[in-house]
């Protein structure tokens, strides 16, 4: 870049820098922040927890909406290739989102100074070599053609991941280094987290046909494979923290959009995965959220006995009705996400007003404690005005409804 396209680059990073941090000092802010309980999120896509009890005592439900980088690169343009790559653009993309989400949307999404890595999908699966690939117009993906462990053999010859230059490393360390010196002590820089659970990562280093036909067929090398993936991960958060200066490991996430009602039911869940994630509940101590965009109504249940999950995340390919009866009037707090085609995007003022009304019903009624409601996965679908409009819209809709219910 030539100096003087860079200086205007530096120039922009600290005013972006400085309007985040009187963002944040804002009463505004303050009174969204209050929704929640503190939480350190390692992802570009903020989530909290729910203040315990509130909706319960005080009808309180935060509501949040999660912007695509598709539909931010309308109103942002720029070549990801080069922003997951590269410290200055990743950072001035950050702040760009994160202060115009708070500007024009008023839901209940604080701003905090601190700055997540997040690589996106391929992060974990690339540890173990896994290829991946960088695109200009859509965010990193792992390479699906390209498993590296289809049986015992294999998983012997995997070599132990090199937290300095296995897969994404280099480029996470890359950035970490180059944001932290940008900022310097206004914001809390996080290494990346590895969230991906143990089954989403066995999936795609394995195959998806070889792991699921493994766990009919070669039970023990499937198990073998989560428990080598899990003993990585430890590894990975012992090393993450002695980079941070942390004494101790802290919370975890298990993102799990593998789990999915098509393909793993509830003796599925309970005999192959769910062990490997009490196992990884211990050892962080607590797993502050459990998410999987896919249908996970037959497995609800399961997951909240491991009785160490902070937020349960409801998809909005799940039924919540059907939730909630399993669990029985047992939930913890509840990241409730619609969906955002049909209850949002596509829908008409109608149909998200009594769509939202009866989410919070039926919580209601099934005595849930506290929960939050967002709409995520917002992609480009009309004009960049357009689509910031029918948000806007959503956002004043649902304040009616939880101020009337």
Request: proline share 7%.
């Amino acid at each position: 870049m030539p100096g003087g396209l860079m200086d205007n680059f530096k120039d922009d990073i600290r005013f972006l820098a400085d309007e985040y941090l009187a963002l944040n000092d804002s009463e505004e802010n303050r009174r969204r922040l209050a929704c929640w309980e503190p939480e350190v999120c390692a992802r570009d896509q903020w989530h909290g927890r729910a203040v315990e009890g509130a909706f319960k005592r005080d009808g309180l439900v935060p509501i949040t909406i999660d912007i695509q980088n598709p539909l931010w690169l309308k109103r942002f343009p720029q070549d990801l290739s080069h922003t997951f790559q590269d410290p200055a653009a990743y950072l001035r993309f950050y702040l760009q989102k994160r202060i115009t989400q708070f500007k024009e949307f008023r839901d209940d999404t604080p701003l905090e100074p601190i700055v997540p890595i997040w690589l996106h999908t391929p992060f974990e699966m690339s540890l173990f070599g896994m290829p991946y690939h960088y695109h200009a117009d859509k965010d990193p993906l792992i390479d699906l053609n390209a498993p590296v462990c289809h049986a015992y053999q294999d998983l012997e010859r995997l070599s132990p991941v090199d937290f300095e230059r296995s897969g994404m490393m280099p480029v996470a360390h890359r950035i970490y280094a180059g944001i932290s010196e940008r900022v310097g002590e206004s914001f809390l820089v996080l290494f990346p987290e590895w969230t991906r659970g143990p089954f989403g990562v066995a999936l795609h280093l394995g195959g998806y046909n070889n792991i699921l036909m493994g766990m009919v067929t070669n039970p023990d090398f499937v198990c073998a494979l989560m428990r080598r993936i899990n003993e990585e991960r430890k590894n990975y958060f012992r090393y993450r923290s002695n980079l941070a200066g942390q004494a101790t490991i802290p919370p975890g996430s298990l993102f799990n959009d593998e789990i999915d009602a098509a393909i793993i039911g509830p003796g599925h869940y309970r005999d192959f995965i769910k062990p490997f994630e009490e196992d990884l509940a211990r050892f962080h101590g607590r797993i502050s959220y459990w998410h999987s965009c896919g249908n996970t109504a037959r497995v609800a249940k399961e997951v909240v006995a491991i009785g160490r999950i902070d937020v349960l995340d409801v998809s909005g390919y799940t039924d919540l009705e059907k939730v909630l009866c399993e669990l029985d009037s047992g939930a913890p707090r509840l990241d409730i996400r619609l969906h955002p085609l049909r209850d949002l995007q596509d829908a008409t003022p109608e149909w998200m007003e009594a769509r939202m009304a009866h989410v919070i019903d039926l919580c209601r009624r099934h005595g849930v404690e506290s929960m939050s409601i967002r709409v995520s996965g917002l992609n480009p679908w009309k004009s960049p005005e357009e689509d910031f409009q029918k948000i806007r819209a959503w956002i004043e809709m649902a304040r009616r409804v939880i101020n009337r219910h």
